[in-house]
């Protein structure tokens, strides 16, 4: 497939490389900080929403779209996207999809109680918004990959610089998938839910949420795409929009 591994390989002629930069963006630290769940709630049966407290002399500064890695007991670890755009009160919101056997799941799901103490690695990632201004953003989700893209919601709302126009596409099975009221999220942006099961009685978009972005035949011209959820959700978009012209970098 022309893939190398570069680290066990050495270039015998000349190259030419590509690489993506951040610019003048400048990455937060990682650190390692305790934490205590200061709450637990369910939005749906299968998602649960926790909320960390981290100790008031400790500043956590990310870039809204990052993610933690969530240290609990016998160090287990399991990543999970920030769900805020800051973190007002020292507080960080994480939502977790039940698992079947998983065991941070397992732990989340059935015996936290608020008041634990954990720890957490962070932030990580470069998964955040970049270069957009006057440009049109479109958000494609699946299940809790909401979670980053309601940080970025959040973000823009407040931002000196402001896309051209800004639409989410979130996809479920049922309706109760959609566990978020998104029109409590401030910020100018458009909302369309996708289902792929659907009963009759559901009157929105069907499928799956690239095929339903496609399918309004947007300009893609001066867009850009940020997508999270199931690797074949992303897989199938890339794959889906570039060959409908869209550049691979955006």
Same mark, same amino acid.
């Given at each position: 497939?022309?893939?190398?591994?570069?680290?066990?390989?050495? *270039?015998?002629?000349?190259?030419?490389?590509? @690489?993506?930069?951040?610019?003048?963006?400048?990455?937060? =630290?990682?650190?390692?900080?305790?934490?205590?769940?200061?709450?637990?709630?369910?939005?749906?049966?299968?998602?649960?929403?926790?909320?960390?407290?981290?100790?008031?002399?400790?500043? #956590?500064?990310?870039?809204?779209?990052?993610?933690?890695?969530?240290?609990?007991?016998?160090?287990?670890?399991?990543? #999970?996207?920030?769900?805020? +755009?800051? =973190?007002?009160?020292?507080?960080?919101?994480?939502?977790?999809?039940?698992?079947?056997?998983? *065991?941070?799941?397992?732990? &989340?799901?059935?015996? @936290? $109680?608020?008041?634990? &103490?954990?720890?957490?690695?962070?932030?990580?990632?470069? #998964?955040?918004?970049?270069?957009? =201004?006057?440009?049109? &953003?479109?958000?494609?989700?699946?299940?809790?990959?909401?979670?980053?893209? $309601?940080?970025?919601?959040?973000?823009?709302?407040?931002?000196?610089?402001?896309?051209?126009?800004?639409?989410? &596409?979130?996809?479920?099975?049922?309706?109760?998938?959609?566990?978020?009221?998104? *029109?409590?999220?401030?910020?100018?942006?458009? #909302?369309?839910?996708?289902?792929?099961? +659907?009963?009759?009685?559901?009157?929105?978009?069907?499928?799956?949420?690239?095929?339903?972005?496609?399918?309004?035949?947007?300009?893609?011209?001066?867009?850009?795409?940020?997508?999270?959820?199931?690797?074949?959700?992303?897989?199938?978009?890339?794959? *889906?929009?570039?060959?409908?012209?869209?550049?691979?970098?955006?």
């Amino acid at each position: 497939a022309g893939w190398i591994l570069s680290c066990v390989r050495s *270039a015998q002629t000349d190259l030419e490389i590509e @690489a993506e930069t951040l610019g003048d963006i400048a990455l937060p =630290a990682a650190r390692t900080l305790p934490c205590r769940i200061s709450a637990l709630d369910r939005p749906a049966v299968d998602v649960l929403r926790v909320r960390l407290r981290l100790p008031p002399t400790q500043a #956590f500064a990310f870039l809204p779209g990052q993610y933690i890695e969530l240290i609990g007991h016998n160090g287990l670890r399991r990543s #999970f996207s920030l769900a805020n +755009a800051s =973190a007002p009160g020292g507080e960080l919101e994480l939502h977790v999809r039940a698992i079947d056997g998983g *065991a941070m799941s397992r732990y &989340l799901f059935d015996v @936290a $109680k608020v008041g634990d &103490l954990l720890r957490l690695r962070g932030p990580l990632g470069t #998964f955040f918004l970049r270069d957009i =201004a006057g440009r049109d &953003l479109y958000f494609l989700a699946t299940g809790t990959g909401i979670a980053p893209v $309601k940080a970025m919601l959040e973000a823009l709302s407040s931002a000196d610089e402001q896309p051209r126009s800004v639409t989410v &596409l979130w996809g479920g099975r049922q309706p109760a998938d959609l566990y978020l009221d998104m *029109a409590s999220i401030l910020g100018n942006h458009s #909302f369309i839910p996708v289902l792929s099961r +659907a009963d009759a009685a559901w009157e929105g978009a069907r499928g799956h949420v690239q095929d339903v972005l496609l399918a309004r035949r947007p300009d893609l011209s001066n867009a850009a795409v940020y997508a999270c959820g199931s690797d074949a959700m992303i897989h199938s978009a890339r794959a *889906a929009l570039t060959q409908a012209g869209m550049a691979e970098q955006q």
